[in-house]
């Protein structure tokens, strides 16, 4: 015992008995402009899954490293090194 033809269109008569026909279509065409933008947003979400993140350490390009010069050698043996503190980060542990 399902649903026939005539239970459907007795059912959709009541409808429009019940709202009228120009309601059901701003129904009916909000609901398809509802559609539509699931399917832009579902689309656009495989896009972007698809297509690579960029400023990704990994991945980076490899850069080849420059050759020194004669002038950039010198540069670099002339500076002094810096003397920078070091401190103990050891603790004693407590008494008890």
């Known amino acids: 015992m399902g649903l026939s033809i005539w239970h459907l269109l007795l059912v959709l008569a009541i409808v429009l008995v019940l709202f009228g026909a120009k309601r059901l279509r701003n129904v009916g065409s909000d609901l398809g402009a509802a559609i539509k933008g699931f399917k832009d947003a579902v689309t656009d979400g495989k896009k972007e899954t698809e297509t690579p993140a960029t400023g990704n350490v990994y991945d980076a ?23 920078t503190p070091t401190t103990s980060n050891t603790t004693t542990p407590p008494q008890h």
């Open 61 to 83: 390009q490899a850069t080849q490293p420059q050759p020194l010069t004669q002038q950039s050698a010198t540069n670099t043996a002339t500076q002094q090194p810096t003397a």
